[in-house]
């Protein structure tokens, strides 16, 4: 697991666009894996604004979202699609139907999963995945106590990750979504890279056990600490407790 510790996340952003910039330069049609979250957005910002230099081009290029919550109306704008779809799709020349992520308007969820899981080794797996981490330590929406193997499946959101996640709700505890379709731990670590952003002292915990803590579903993301290519970008706060 490689650490490093970066000023601010605009300095984070510029970093993981250079890595893009690397893989899409050898594999012009690699898959992204695409997180949402305040974590990564300072990476499409630099992403968007290479491709709108003419630095950088996204036209082949695949991606496939961590999780989508589940009851919410397709029209609603912080479905994670309809958030992706602002932040990487429309500022970048990345092909809409070229994005996917699990459908969380489905009739028969479970199905849904495994198409999601299908699609995603029909397109060969992720080249480089973008993750961030819940203050208590959930990757994608790995809840803590979730299964270290698990696939994608249905989860319920804690009440920690719910609050966490109520300022993209008009602070309406209420108003945030109670169940997600998720990617397991095991379904994101099949990924070649990945990268995982963390800004600010609410994060410092989560870090800690992440990098120096022992393994544990308790902390899902401590299982990166199995991974052979993860990078960790951290802001000094973030980076606190290490
Ligand atoms: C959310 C998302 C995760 C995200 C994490 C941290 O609930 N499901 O994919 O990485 O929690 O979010 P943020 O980056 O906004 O702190």
């Known amino acids: 697991m490689e650490v490093v510790i970066v000023e601010s996340p605009e300095r984070a952003g510029r970093l993981v666009a250079d890595a893009v910039g690397e893989l899409i330069a050898r594999k012009p049609d690699a898959v992204l894996g695409v997180a949402t979250g305040s974590s990564p957005e300072a990476v499409y910002r630099e992403l968007a604004n290479r491709v709108q230099a003419g630095e950088l081009s996204l036209k082949d290029a695949r991606a496939f979202m961590l999780d989508e919550y589940v009851g919410l109306l397709p029209e609603h704008p912080q479905r994670y699609r309809a958030v992706i779809d602002r932040q990487l799709v429309e500022p ?34 992720v080249d480089l995945q973008i993750l961030g981490v819940g203050s ?5 929406f790995n809840e803590p106590g979730s299964s270290l193997a698990s696939r ?9 990750t719910r609050q966490d996640n109520a300022r993209f709700f008009g602070d309406d505890l209420e108003a945030v979504p109670k169940h997600c379709l998720t990617q397991g731990v ?13 800004f600010g002292q609410a994060k410092a915990e989560a870090v800690h056990h992440m990098v120096e803590g022992p393994v544990s579903a308790m902390w899902p993301a ?9 990078t960790v970008i951290l802001d000094e706060s973030a980076a606190s407790r290490l």
């Open 136 to 140: 208590d330590g959930h990757v994608a």
């Open 92 to 125: 970048t020349d990345i092909q809409a139907e070229n994005v996917h992520g699990p459908d969380g308007t489905a009739c028969d969820l479970p199905k849904a999963c495994a198409d999601y899981e299908q699609a995603m080794r029909d397109a060969g797996g």
């Open 152 to 160: 994608t499946r249905l989860k319920t959101l804690t009440r920690q």
């Open 222 to 230: 401590t299982a990166l600490q199995f991974h052979p290519h993860t």
């Open 186 to 198: 095991g379904t994101l670590m099949e990924a070649r890279h990945l990268v995982l952003l963390a």
